[in-house]
């Protein structure tokens, strides 16, 4: 029975036999070699990262130099894309805000153009009624005794006076005139002349 125990003890279990007897010799032996190569001055990573490349699987799993580039270089556009959707997107804002200013100006002058017509529409209906009472009284002139048309128009503003003469016919203007006192009728034939010109 001791020869039996003795036997199982001598025989070990196989997978150890394996990793103390293969595998661990082999990855000290890998691991110099690699320091050696290294001090030595060979590139050992990317000698290996080369072969690795070229098994399929492996290839997967292994990044080259070429690969982190691309995909730094993919970052960094990427980085940028974003930054110019950014600004574009801060020029569209911008671009609506102006079209909404120049939207609101477009109606303010709209407004005012509106405004200024009916002022014009104003001033022109005040005019033709300024207009329509001189007629009118420029034909009361006419009728009126001449002295007497004469009398009013000199106590009347300039503007107005030189507006009723204009109006009357030339033969009643005479007979005006010829009835006022010949400084005042001196006056307004001077700037009834130089109204005409």
């Known amino acids: 029975m001791v020869k039996k125990y003795d036997t199982d003890k001598k025989k070990m279990n196989p997978v ?22 290294s001090v030595a001055g060979i590139d050992v990573t990317g000698w290996m990262k080369e072969k690795a490349n070229g098994i399929p ?43 909404a200013a120049v939207e609101q100006l477009e109606q303010e002058i709209l407004k005012l153009e509106n405004s200024q017509k009916e002022n014009k529409e104003s001033e022109t209906a005040q005019g033709e009624e300024e207009i329509s009472s001189v007629k009118t009284m420029a034909n009361s002139f006419k009728d009126m005794d001449k002295e007497q048309a004469a009398s009013i128009i000199q106590n009347l503003d300039n503007e107005i ?34 109204s005409e010109n």
């Open 57 to 99: 699987v492996v290839s997967n799993v292994i990044d080259t130099e070429d690969e982190a580039t691309i995909q730094h270089e993919q970052e960094r556009i990427q980085n940028q894309l974003d930054k110019k959707d950014a600004e574009m997107k801060q020029l569209k804002s911008d671009l609506n805000d102006k079209e």
């Open 161 to 194: 006076a030189l507006a009723i003469l204009k109006e009357v016919s030339n033969e009643v203007r005479g007979e005006i005139l010829e009835a006022m006192d010949s400084k005042a009728a001196a006056a307004l034939t001077q700037q009834f002349i130089q």
């Open 16 to 37: 150890l036999w394996f990793l103390f007897a293969i595998v661990i010799p082999i990855t000290v032996t890998i691991t110099l070699v690699l320091i050696i190569l």
